[in-house]
């Protein structure tokens, strides 16, 4: 329908008219291929531009159909479905206008016969090789594979086509889904299961209950119960028994009897213990049977006991042996005659010295029995002086302070006094060192004299402290030793004032 579109806006002569209404009823029965474009290629344009891909392409149905033209900025040779937009028409068409280059071939225009051939194969879908057949969805022969409509597609009447529907259609062939719903549920009739038949449209029995129930006991009555859909088979009472009582132990007992009536008369089934052995009543025997006796050996592998049954209390007894097994002796080992391979102590071991006070009011005296030695526990603070006289840290740091003051000022008191007792006095070797505007006199006999004195003097004070404090810390061992060296340099001062 296309090329006969195409044709009529080419019309310029009756003749041409008249051939494209020819072609175009053609066309309806047979699509035009690429192997019929191809040979007008190979005849007008193949021997020229187009030989060995000169011009750009061989003219390939893959190159048409899928690619560019790189020298008219990458337009599409074809365009399926539409001539007038594909580059390869606007080439060959002879309008007199071209996109982009000169019109082809060179020389004479093609017969608008093979311009309109081109056309129809590009607005047919610019098919490579035609597959015959119905292309309409629609149609009831419609061929998915098909892409040259050939005709033959044959429409569909849409209705309902469910006889059993209230609104089929008996000339519908396609189903449209326009259907009214109807009941299609088939209840159970007495017991009789109905199913849905959709070639009658109605419900069938397809299955019937067995109503004569018939279990082949004469001692039972056989009905059908159409309330629940089952057999009914009610025993007939006491039917073909004998009654009586059935207890063998019973003193009425019947031995023809098949049920019992409930008539046996009451008998004793208790079965009191003798001698600590257990008894129960057997149904079989109708007696009492004995289910256990007791062991009246006892033997509790143990040969420091009596062993023996007490028949009053069901029980063992095993009397320890006194003194069985033992070995007598003295069992402290802090004692001076202490045996260590006794296991009962027989009362022999001899005394020992437990007082251990060691005349210290700070110690909590006590007697180790386990390691058999005096503990002496010293009393936590015990002698210190509450009073806090004991020097604390700060205390420390102000005589340390202090000191440090007494000595610069007997240097700054002594400084101009130096060059006069390094000339009186020869036989003391005095350094002066030194410091900003400060002479620093030093004696290392001197100081060495003052050092000992110092440390005497601390040994004393220790002694003093314990003596009156009753504690030394480790503060005062750290301050006494830290002012030593402090000391010494301020008594070997006073030592060479002296001299």
Do not use: R
């Not at 610019?126 to 040259?148: H, L, Q, R, S, V």
């Not at 309902?160 to 259609?169: G, I, K, L, Q, S």
């Not at 007494?406 to 400084?415: F, Q, Y």
């Not at 402090?486 to 008594?491: D, E, G, M, S």
């Amino acid at each position: 329908m296309a090329l006969k579109l195409h044709c009529i806006k080419k019309l310029t002569t009756p003749l041409l008219l008249l051939f494209c209404l020819l072609f175009s009823q053609y066309s309806y029965t047979q699509c035009v291929e690429y192997s019929q474009v191809l040979s007008i290629f190979d005849a007008s344009c193949m021997n020229g531009c187009h030989a060995n891909g000169v011009g750009g392409t061989s003219l390939t149905y893959d190159e048409l159909v899928n690619g560019t033209s790189a020298a008219c900025g990458g337009v599409p040779y074809v365009v399926v479905g539409d001539a007038d937009a594909s580059y390869l028409y606007d080439k060959i068409n002879d309008d007199g206008s071209v996109q982009c280059g000169s019109a082809m071939p060179f020389g004479p225009a093609l017969p608008q016969a093979e311009q309109d051939l081109i056309a129809a194969w590009i607005n047919g879908g610019a098919i490579e090789t035609a597959i015959n057949g119905c292309t309409d969805p629609n149609a009831t022969n419609y061929d998915a594979t098909a892409n040259c409509d050939d005709g033959s597609c044959s429409l569909a009447v849409s209705g309902c086509t469910d006889p059993c529907a209230p609104n089929y259609d008996a000339t519908a062939t396609a189903d449209d889904g326009s259907c009214q719903a109807y009941d299609t549920s088939c209840p159970d009739v007495n017991c009789s299961t109905f199913a849905w038949d959709a070639n009658s449209c109605s419900c069938l029995e397809t299955s019937t209950p067995d109503t004569t129930c018939d279990d082949a006991d004469a001692c039972t009555t056989d009905s059908y119960d159409f309330a629940t859909c089952s057999c009914v088979n009610e025993p007939i009472v006491n039917c073909g028994e004998t009654l009586g009582c059935t207890d063998p132990c019973a003193p009425n007992y019947d031995a023809a009897a098949t049920l019992d009536d409930g008539s046996c008369q009451a008998y004793d089934t208790s079965c009191p213990d003798v001698n600590c052995a257990t008894f129960a009543w057997d149904a079989n025997s109708c007696s009492c049977l004995e289910t256990s006796t007791p062991d009246t050996t006892c033997d509790d592998a143990d040969a420091c006991t009596t062993d023996s049954y007490d028949f009053a209390t069901c029980s063992c007894v095993n009397e320890p042996i006194v003194n069985c097994g033992e070995t007598l002796g003295c069992t402290d080992p802090c004692a001076p005659n202490y045996n260590a391979a006794a296991t009962l102590d027989d009362g022999t071991c001899q005394a020992y010295q437990v007082n251990c006070d060691d005349n210290n009011p700070c110690t909590v005296d006590s007697f180790d029995a386990q390691n058999c030695t005096c503990v002496n526990a010293p009393i936590a603070n015990c002698g210190t002086n509450t009073s806090n006289n004991v020097p604390t840290l700060s205390e420390w740091g102000l005589i340390l302070f202090i000191l440090l003051l007494m000595n610069l000022g007997l240097l700054t008191t002594i400084n101009q006094y130096v060059p006069v007792w390094q000339t009186q006095n020869q036989s003391v070797k005095i350094n002066s060192y030194k410091w900003k505007n400060l002479n620093i006199p030093f004696s290392k006999d001197l100081f060495k004299k003052a050092l000992n004195i110092g440390l005497v003097m601390i040994l004393i004070g220790f002694a003093f402290s314990l003596l009156f404090f009753g504690v030394i810390t480790s503060v005062d061992f750290i301050c006494s030793f830290i002012c030593l060296p402090i000391f010494a340099y301020l008594l070997h001062l006073v030592l060479m004032a002296q001299k």
